[in-house]
């Protein structure tokens, strides 16, 4: 059974840090395109940055002006979206999602770009930046 798990997810100050982490099991991070996705209320859910599991790519969509750093950690299959200089307008869900049909390193933009490409999404962790 496919399942991802986010935490991390906080009140911080502007000029915070937070870093998310998306546990995953049923599956394992290395042929896969996963990735951070944000969603505020009334907008649909954006990009933020994919990757493949194995760490042969990446994707940054460039909305957050480099402050935002995707890693991961294949032992524990978990990946991380470390959050640096934090602003109000960072605010919102996090989630983390996975597209299980690999199409090819074009899939690790695709899924960014088109979330409605993943196929598992994990429950979502809410961002608040705020003083």
């Known amino acids: 059974q496919v399942q991802l798990v986010e935490s991390g997810g906080d009140l911080v100050q502007p000029g915070g840090s937070l870093r998310l982490s998306c546990a995953t099991s049923g599956f394992t991070l290395d042929p896969y395109a996963i990735g951070w996705f944000r969603q505020v209320p009334g907008k649909e859910r954006e990009g933020i940055a994919c990757?493949?599991?194995?760490?042969?790519?990446?994707h940054d969509t460039g909305s957050t002006e480099g402050r935002f750093t995707f890693s991961r950690d294949n032992a524990k299959n978990t990946v991380y979206l470390h959050m640096n200089d934090l602003k109000p307008e960072d605010a919102g869900v996090y989630y983390c999602?996975?597209?299980?049909?690999?199409?090819?390193?074009?899939?690790?933009?695709?899924?960014?770009?088109?979330?409605?490409?993943?196929?598992?999404w994990g429950q979502g962790t809410q961002v608040t930046v705020s003083s």
């Open positions: 990757a493949r599991g194995s760490g042969s790519g990446a």
């Open positions: 999602g996975v597209d299980l049909d690999w199409d090819g390193p074009a899939t690790i933009t695709a899924i960014c770009v088109f979330p409605s490409r993943v196929d598992y």
